[in-house]
């Protein structure tokens, strides 16, 4: 059974670092693209970009390029989303999931929160 | 960047009437394209995939259509669960994009 397993929900300050997770189970991690949708409180989904974990090539939307960073972790079938520089403006609910064209699995979500 | 534009925003509608949501793509898409339903609180679940294929597991009231840039999702008879907001999404050149959302209420 395909499974994406998330971390839990964060709440950060404007200016912290963050970095959360996707364990992938149940399939082969390395050979399957994986990747990052923002949804905002209320608003629709935003497709981030997507990483092939088997050689790290990684895409990106122009809208989050160079906003955030993408990686994985073949020896733990772990993918993660991060940020250098949080803003107010990035809190959203976080969704990992399986990009193999179309997304046949979703994580559970991820709220990450930024206030001062 | 390939823009998609869902009509209509909301779709107002009763248990057992036909939905038929629609979605424009900005240029010409492949048969890379999909749709999605997302009910509150839940991550969204694959509906249709090649334009046209139901994913596993779903109902046969569910059916896509279209090519080019323009496509269609309808869902039959309404059930109950089906009223959730609707997304479309390409997948045939990257970014990946999603439309803007249906949000398919109970009228």
């Known amino acids: 059974e395909v499974q994406l397993v998330q971390s839990g929900a964060e709440v950060k300050k404007p200016g912290e670092s963050l970095k959360i997770s996707c364990k992938a189970s149940g399939y082969s991690f390395a050979g399957n693209w994986i990747g990052w949708v923002r949804q905002m409180p209320g608003k629709g989904l935003e497709w981030m970009g997507m990483?092939?974990?088997?050689?790290?090539?990684?895409r990106y939307s122009p809208s989050f390029q160079g906003q955030v960073t993408i990686s994985a972790d073949k020896s733990i079938s772990t993918v993660y989303l991060q940020w250098s520089s949080l803003k107010a403006s990035d809190t959203a609910m976080y969704y990992c999931?399986?990009?193999?064209?179309?997304?046949?699995?979703w994580g559970q979500g991820t709220l990450v929160t930024v206030s001062s | 960047e390939i823009v998609l534009t869902q009509s209509p925003a909301t779709l107002s509608l009763s248990p057992g009437e036909r939905a038929t949501l629609s979605c424009r793509a900005s240029q010409s898409v492949t048969n890379s394209f999909a749709w999605y339903q997302q009910k509150p609180g839940q991550a969204p679940r694959l509906l249709i995939y090649?334009?046209?294929n139901r994913a596993t597991g779903i109902p046969d009231r569910f059916s896509g259509s279209g090519s080019g840039t323009d496509f269609t999702l309808t869902i039959s008879r309404l059930e109950p669960e089906d009223f959730a907001v609707y997304y479309c999404q390409q997948y045939g050149s990257s970014p990946y994009t999603f439309g803007q959302g249906t949000n398919l209420e109970l009228k």
């Open positions: 090649g334009a046209s």
């Open positions: 999931a399986r990009s193999t064209a179309p997304i046949d699995y």
């Open positions: 990483i092939y974990p088997a050689d790290s090539d990684t």
